[in-house]
């Protein structure tokens, strides 16, 4: 799990959006759980719990990426100390934390997915990205 420079906005794995301990080391309040293909995590009442279950492919619905881009935006908006996450953290979360960054700060999605990947590994799927991109326009 790995704080996203200047931002309220972790990006991590489903281990990480599943460890309060973990979420509670670093006051995140929200979670937003990207991983189709992980059980929903069971989480202390008081953190904010979001699933958008998302493939890394391209069968996601419209709707569903913007919702997901959406929510993460409005938490940076707001300043909450949000984590999203996905199976491995490297495709998924990335992605949508790039969107919202791109959303929130005004910069195109590819400067935001640079923002994001200067820290960290990803291995971004090229259908998801370009899905995501079409969806910010």
């Known amino acids: 799990m790995r704080q996203i420079a200047g931002l309220s906005l972790w990006v991590g794995n489903a281990s990480d959006a599943r460890n309060p301990e973990l979420l509670d080391q670093f006051g995140i309040q929200a979670v937003v759980d990207l991983a189709v293909n992980e059980s929903p995590a069971l989480l202390p009442r008081e953190v904010v719990y979001c ?6 492919g391209a069968q996601n619905p419209e709707w569903l ?3 997901a881009v959406d929510s993460v935006a409005h938490f940076l908006r707001s300043q909450i ?6 199976s491995a953290g490297l495709s998924r979360s990335p ?6 960054i791109a959303v929130t700060q005004g910069c195109s999605p590819q400067e935001a997915i640079r923002m994001v990947a200067i820290d960290g590994h990803t291995d971004v ?11 910010l326009d």
Not at 81 to 86: I, K, Q, S, T, Y
Not at 125 to 135: F, H, P, R, T, Y
């Open 65 to 67: 990426l913007r919702a």
């Open 125 to 135: 799927s090229g259908v998801l990205w370009e899905d995501i991109c079409q969806v």
């Open 81 to 86: 100390r949000v984590l999203v996450a996905c």
């Open 95 to 100: 992605s949508i934390s790039a969107a919202a």
């Open 51 to 56: 699933r958008f279950p998302l493939f890394d």
